[in-house]
């Protein structure tokens, strides 16, 4: 599929479709828990097709489990029956640490279980796109780090921050080539640890290789989203659209309608219906009342495609993810 096309398309096009992040509430269809899910390929796959063809979605969206990839360099995980992974301390605490840090192989971890699962994805779902999903570079080492440690360190010990980052970047570009391999039609990169940063620390400790990840991966036939939820992204917005990106997506701790302001009209934007207050807390009106909101203020601007402010979570209920796809398909039948 030339990808740059559908972009194209996408942004010609006068109804469209929404393209929530929206992977982990397949537990419910299959009746499993997360812990079963994040375990194996086949199941994951099997969960992406079940989603596809409940939803009329834009796009199959893998999980943005943001462990997965520091599990692989050696972090500990905390998985439970109910609730995304998260990682649990932080293996990197001195620039010896980071000198000594071991870049793994792609496919240790979990890495190599969702690598199968896109490539089984794409043989079950054949209408749309399947996009792969990996955290970015800055929000790796971040959690490598410790979060507060890794903010931190952008002050104090700036050489350190870049060893990490430039391990990590190593890390990703080999790891998304291999998505690529199994013909996954792109790769949304979810840098979230970034939008906490200022807009001069993003600059210099996300920009150049998020930058990289998406001038080495990124074609006609294989494209990036950039995904970054923090509250600082308005204010940055220079840096991020200097990524590359063929698209980005942005959460709901910002305005999407003040976002597109700032968004030329030939990138694709999405967002921002909040994934926790609605998706998962809210109600069927209220999913409704607020994508309708969203689409109010945003559908004008060409480029924007209504999604999801994040992934949503596991346990959030079908009738909420049901009430925003009725709702988009109201709104532009109106």
């Not at 932080?90 to 890495?111: K, N, Q, Y």
Request: one cysteine or more; proline letters at 5%; hydrophobic letters at 45%.
């Amino acid at each position: 599929m030339n990808m740059k096309r559908w972009l194209n398309d996408l942004r010609m096009a006068e109804k469209k479709k929404p393209m929530p992040v929206l992977s982990f509430p397949s537990i419910s269809l299959m009746g499993i828990t997360v812990r079963e899910l994040i375990a194996d390929s086949e199941t994951q796959a099997r969960g992406m097709k079940l989603i596809a063809d409940r939803v009329d979605a834009l796009a199959a969206m893998s999980m943005m489990d943001l462990s997965v990839e520091a599990e692989a360099f050696g972090s500990q995980i905390r998985v439970s029956d109910e609730e995304v992974p998260t990682v649990t301390g932080s293996i990197v605490h001195s620039e010896e640490d980071a000198e000594a840090l071991r870049v793994p192989a792609v496919g240790e971890g979990r890495t190599g279980n969702y690598i199968e699962a896109i490539g089984q994805a794409k043989k079950l779902i054949m209408d749309r796109p399947v996009f792969a999903g990996v955290i970015g570079p800055f929000s790796l080492a971040a959690r490598l780090m410790d979060v507060s440690e890794a903010m931190i360190c952008c002050y104090d010990e700036p050489d350190m921050v870049h060893c990490v980052m430039r391990k990590v970047t190593e890390f990703l570009i080999a790891y998304i080539q291999k998505y690529k391999k199994v013909c996954a039609d792109g790769v949304v990169i979810a840098e979230p640890v970034t939008g906490i940063l200022s807009p001069a620390l993003a600059e210099e400790f996300s920009e150049p290789y998020s930058k990289q990840i998406v001038d080495t991966v990124q074609d006609e036939g294989f494209i990036v989203i950039y995904h970054n939820c923090g509250n600082n992204t308005i204010r940055m917005i220079d840096s991020i659209l200097r990524v590359g990106a063929s698209a980005y997506h942005f959460g709901n701790a910002i305005s999407m309608h003040e976002m597109l302001k700032h968004i030329p009209q030939d990138i694709v934007a999405m967002g921002n219906v909040d994934p926790s207050m609605q998706f998962r807390n809210g109600t069927p009106d209220s999913v409704r009342e607020e994508t309708q909101r969203v689409l109010s203020e945003c559908a004008k601007y060409p480029n924007f495609v209504i999604s999801s402010g994040c992934d949503i979570p596991p346990m959030a209920p079908w009738e909420n993810i049901d009430a925003f796809f009725e709702a988009v398909r109201e709104f532009y039948a109106a």
